[in-house]
């Protein structure tokens, strides 16, 4: 392939995604359901103008890495830290209950396994890729709103990033188990010490940059510097710890939000993703969707798996909010803002391909699950929103 299509490609990617963007905010909708659209358009299901290369992928890995970088720069440390146990609540029962779901879900279609079988492990994967929560979509459908500073932005946000950890801990622990062997614990330990580094080394680097931002105010090095920050932590967090990127940026960026010009550094790193990596990102959900290997019984199952996917994350993350005493609207907001898949539960799931748990014609149903999810959680957040706002958001 000739370098210079890939300009073709991201001309395409560009034009569309911001067209429907724009289609999208006339409809009161979120952009982001219209550039998730166009990447559906224009990609091999419709139109096939674009095809998603390694290079495109890659750009939208960018994308997502400093969506998440802004998301951390945008919160509030101390509401973050008054969360953080609600936040792990509502993260485990929405991992679990959708676990459960999902396992007896593929059960019901393909019967249920005696325990240690490979049938059963299947199954039980099944259930592990409905654990995963793609935090990025709620992110900029909250940030469109000025709801990402709120609590329950606050709560969604962490509540996710905890959910992530707690499922690449249940994958690691059902493929050792599929292969006889776990390796439960050693993820655990490494998990526990990513974030020792974390507070450790973002203790010095927070003090490093409080100096440069006092004697350097307001200057384009420090953007420079957050940036080089947040795709190094990206990288360690996957390389040495064997945690998502996306939670490296995110940490990266709660490491500078209390700096006096965080905000400087957000709206440099938003113009990146305003104009290039945030709308091929989103696209790139669109482009990742091919359904012509659809057949009745995998639509069936297919059906069956987005609505388990999204009603039990609602279930789950919905009722454990309300025992930890939010209100029934805040509690709904939470459940939904939730439900969204993206590129964890497709990193799940190449993963459950590549060791054998699964077959590839149940790959549509994720990216259906994603689809769906998708576009229904900002446009669900945004009727909830101004249906029922709350009484004790913080201002945004």
Not at 296 to 305: E, T
Not at 358 to 372: G, M, N, R
Request: proline share 3%.
């Amino acid at each position: 392939m000739e370098a210079y299509l890939v300009f073709k490609d991201l001309a395409i990617i560009v034009i569309f995604a911001k067209l429907f963007g724009i289609i999208a905010r006339k409809c009161k909708a979120p952009q982001v359901v219209g550039e998730i659209l166009a990447g559906l358009l224009i990609g091999p299901s419709v139109l096939g103008l674009v095809n998603l290369s390694d290079f495109l992928s890659h750009m939208a890995e960018i994308g997502v890495i400093l969506l998440m970088f802004s998301a951390g720069l945008e919160t509030n440390l101390h509401d973050l830290i008054k969360t953080g146990f609600k936040a792990t609540l509502i993260a485990c029962a929405g991992v679990f209950v959708p676990l459960v779901c999902g396992t007896v879900l593929y059960g019901c279609f393909y019967g249920f396994a005696a325990v240690g079988s490979p049938e059963f492990y299947s199954a039980l994967f099944v259930g592990v890729i409905l654990t995963a929560t793609s935090v990025s979509i709620t992110v900029q459908a909250l940030r469109e709103m000025g709801k990402l500073k709120g609590e329950i932005g606050t709560t969604i946000l962490s509540a996710a990033i905890i959910d992530d950890v707690i499922g690449i801990i249940v994958l690691t622990v059902v493929i050792g188990l599929a292969n006889g062997s776990t390796s439960a614990g050693t993820v655990c330990l490494k998990t526990a010490l990513f974030f020792v580094f974390s507070i450790a080394v973002g203790f010095l680097i927070y003090k490093l940059f409080k100096i440069i931002d006092n004697r350097y105010p307001h200057t384009r090095r420090i953007p420079i510097m957050g940036l080089a920050l947040c795709l190094a932590m990206a990288y360690i967090a996957e390389k040495y710890f064997g945690i998502a990127d996306i939670t490296g940026a995110y940490v990266a960026g709660i490491i500078l939000c209390n700096i006096r010009d965080s905000e400087y550094i957000a709206e440099k790193m938003d113009i990146n993703s305003y104009m290039l990596f945030g709308p091929i990102f989103f696209a790139s959900i669109g482009l990742k969707t091919d359904i012509g290997d659809l057949n009745m019984s995998i639509l069936v199952f297919a059906l069956a798996f987005v609505l388990v996917g999204l009603v039990s994350k609602i279930i789950g993350c919905g009722l454990m909010a309300k025992v930890c005493r939010y209100s029934w609207a805040d509690s709904l907001k939470i459940g939904v803002g939730m439900m969204t898949r993206g590129e964890v539960a497709l990193i799940v799931s190449q993963k459950g391909l590549s060791v054998g748990l699964i077959s590839p014609v149940y790959f549509t149903a994720v990216i259906l699950l994603i689809i769906v999810s998708s576009i229904s959680t900002p446009i669900i957040l945004k009727v909830l929103y101004s249906k029922m706002p709350a009484k004790e958001e913080l201002p945004a």
